[in-house]
């Protein structure tokens, strides 16, 4: 599949990772498909399509994702 290619919403990505994803607002935004299905579930529209990421901007979405996580692990509120 070309990264210029848009696949209509209605249809699952093949494989779990990062994609762009084009809404009916007509922004764009980078999404996660995993088995719970697309991430946020929240966007501020309704996905239309959405299209593969180059491997090398699907691997920094992920290292910046993975960053996120570990920072609100480490989170610890001071409300005692």
């Known amino acids: 599949m070309s990264q210029l290619d848009w696949t209509p919403g ?9 994609y762009e994803t084009r809404l009916d607002t007509g ?15 929240k966007t501020p529209g309704n996905m239309v399509s959405w299209r593969a990421l180059p ?5 920094e979405e992920a290292e ?10 480490t989170h610890f509120p001071m409300d005692y």
Do not use: F
């Open 55 to 59: 491997p090398a901007a699907e691997k």
């Open 64 to 73: 910046r994702h993975l960053q996120e996580i570990r920072a609100a692990q």
């Open 27 to 41: 922004s764009t935004a980078i999404s996660l498909y995993s088995v719970l299905g697309w991430m946020p579930v």
């Open 10 to 18: 209605d249809t699952a990505p093949d494989r779990q990772g990062y």
